[in-house]
């Protein structure tokens, strides 16, 4: 049988594409020993997590069997939007609208040129979101509000059911429709396109929320508690992250793969280095200590300190005297001036850690 023949074209393109996986594998998502223990760890707190919220689900399910056993019958709560929203039987829907937030996430970690730090903020704020669900799960039974749910028999332990009855406060698919377009908004490409699918996300995520109440898949109390909780925990990650791994200038293989203050490959030289100002961090990451550089060239002997100099100020053969218009940060490339006046990108901003 003869061999089809491939287009010159064709093999040139599979080439430039596998040379370009392969550089950026090597540049985006290659990691260094301690950045892996820290994803493993990352990892396996967040299976732990979903496991026992599985297991509270459970015990959910069985408590609130008693309430049907006590009345002879299940009944429903009072809910507002029941009154506004039609049922509808189309529980396959709420798990759709999973699929169609956490494809599209999965595709814009993959493309993303820091892409374990949008994976770790993802995973971290899930987590911590799922923890806080152990804790409520099970503590308040209600009746659950749709008429074909299914309660748990077996072992909490083993038994893993989805749609079970019971398992209402707080939603979780909410959760992570919520997550998703978060992920979406803090992460997205800062371009027309970008912003396009930032917004289908969060049409997607209120449209996902309703199709839950219209399922009778929770109360719309507990579609509204995923809605705080959700940014409530992708913030507090946030947080933690910028002041103790951005600003500490840790696993830099996560948070820095190409160097230290680059975001994307685009970026300009003097915007990595504003950024490496901003944040305190050298060029390899070392976070800037003033004090204790001067102190090493004084014991170097290189520089003598002077006696007569105003406090917190440096003078040496190779370290300018500090005046209005400009100062040179050590390991920077460039001059920052230091008068806001006529250079507005020294002046102080707000920290970008959201």
Excluded at 62 to 79: A, H, M, V, W, Y
Excluded at 136 to 156: F, H, Q
Excluded at 293 to 320: E, F, I, K, Q, W
Aim: glycine share 4%; with cysteine.
């Amino acid at each position: 049988m003869p061999k089809l023949a491939v287009p010159q074209r064709v093999r040139d393109l599979a080439v430039r594409a596998t040379a370009f996986t392969l550089r950026r594998i090597r540049r985006n998502w290659w990691l260094d020993r301690k950045c892996i223990i820290f994803l493993t760890a990352v990892g396996v707190s967040f299976g732990i997590s979903y496991y026992f919220m599985n297991v509270m689900a459970n015990v959910a399910s069985k408590r609130s069997r008693l309430i049907e056993d006590q009345l002879g019958f299940r009944p429903t709560l009072p809910d507002v939007f029941y009154e506004f929203i039609g049922y509808v039987e189309l529980l396959w829907m709420t798990d759709m609208f999973d699929a169609l937030m956490f494809v599209p996430t999965t595709l814009l970690v993959l493309s993303h040129e820091r892409p374990w730090r949008v994976t770790s903020r993802l995973v971290l704020a899930w987590g911590l979101a799922s923890l806080i669900r152990i804790t409520t799960v099970a503590i308040t039974s209600v009746p659950d509000p749709r008429p074909s749910c299914e309660y748990v028999t077996g072992n909490v332990f083993t038994a893993f059911t989805l749609h079970r009855c019971g398992d209402a406060i707080f939603s979780g698919h909410t959760l992570i429709f919520v997550v998703c377009a978060m992920t979406w908004a803090s992460f997205a490409p800062k371009t027309i396109a970008g912003r396009v699918l930032t917004t289908c996300a969060w049409a997607l995520c209120i449209a996902g929320s309703l199709i839950v109440i219209a399922n009778r898949a929770h109360y719309t109390i507990d579609v509204l508690l995923a809605w705080y909780i959700a940014p409530g925990a992708w913030f507090t990650v946030a947080w933690f992250w910028y002041w103790h791994i951005t600003r500490k200038g840790r696993l830099l293989r996560i948070e820095f793969p190409v160097e230290v203050g680059r975001h994307r490959d685009s970026d300009p030289p003097e915007l990595c280095q504003r950024r490496r100002v901003q944040l305190g961090l050298t060029r390899d990451g070392t976070p800037y200590d003033p004090v204790a550089m001067y102190l090493n060239v004084v014991r170097s002997g290189d520089l003598t300190p002077p006696t007569d100099a105003a406090p917190h100020t440096l003078v040496g053969p190779d370290v300018p005297e500090k005046s209005d218009a400009a100062t040179t940060i050590p390991d920077a490339d460039v001059v920052v001036d230091v008068a806001s006046e006529s250079h507005p990108s020294s002046s102080t901003q707000a920290p970008n850690w959201i």
